[in-house]
């Protein structure tokens, strides 16, 4: 079947502009996971959905990001005001389990955030 | 706090010998570990992992990853390199005695396969 997707695949944004970045999670996984990926660096966590619900947003850098699930499905993560340290790949990923257990994660291509 | 170490930013291994990548790894109870591989333009690709059992764990594309509980690594090997097998290789762990804690993931590796 269809992996997991996102879009667009990059994006250029003028620092302070708005952004939002789209996953399409493997159907019928109940947990989705957001990772943002410096250059040179392995991804780091940004926050957790099972089905709708936001349970851990604790690598969220800043007040500026916000991921949201309205559906339990698709995701999108907004990203406002976006500044030059905000560049970096943005990794989606679909696990098939409930909470973070010891299943593990199918990742999407990824978003290449450029902000200059 | 759980954290992943690689200390080899690259790795360079000719064809059809065998190779290692190393990952060692800290958590304060029992670890979840994955190995993932990354080639360029595409998304995360799940190899391996370890949760329980045989602490010799046999996963894709003809990869092993030994758990060494003492010495708290978890080597990915493979006894014959593909020039194909030429990526970026990232180990990663997950506390288990703590509920739901997120992936943390080490800075990555890069196999370069010379043929």
């Known amino acids: 079947g269809a992996g997991v997707s996102q879009s667009p695949r990059y994006k250029v944004a003028k620092r302070g502009q708005d952004v939002a970045l789209r996953c399409d999670p493997i159907s019928g996984h109940v947990s989705l996971f957001w990772y943002q990926q410096a250059l040179g660096q392995g991804p780091e966590f940004l926050t957790y959905?099972?089905?709708?619900?936001?349970?851990?947003k604790s690598g969220l850098p800043s007040d500026r990001f916000f991921a949201e699930r309205p559906e339990g499905s698709v995701s999108t993560l907004k990203i406002q005001r976006t500044q030059q340290e905000d560049s970096a790949v943005y990794l989606c990923?679909?696990?098939?389990?409930?909470?973070?257990?010891?299943?593990?994660?199918?990742f999407g291509p990824g978003t290449r955030l450029t902000v200059t | 706090a759980q954290s992943v170490a690689q200390p080899e930013d690259q790795v360079n291994v000719a064809e059809g010998n065998p190779l290692t990548v190393k990952c060692t790894y800290s958590v304060s109870g029992n670890p979840y570990l994955f190995w993932y591989v990354q080639y360029p333009n595409r998304g995360l690709q799940f190899l391996l992992k370890?949760?329980?059992?045989?602490?010799l764990v046999k996963g894709s594309y003809g990869f092993e990853a030994e758990f060494n509980k003492s010495q708290t690594s978890f080597h990915l090997k493979k006894p014959s390199a593909l020039v194909s097998d030429s990526a970026l290789y990232f180990c990663a762990v997950r506390d288990m005695s703590w509920g739901n804690t997120p992936l943390v993931f080490g800075k990555g590796t890069r196999l370069s396969v010379i043929a």
């Open positions: 990923a679909s696990s098939l389990a409930t909470g973070l257990a010891s299943y593990e994660q199918y």
């Open positions: 370890y949760i329980t059992g045989d602490n």
């Open positions: 959905f099972q089905n709708e619900a936001q349970l851990d």
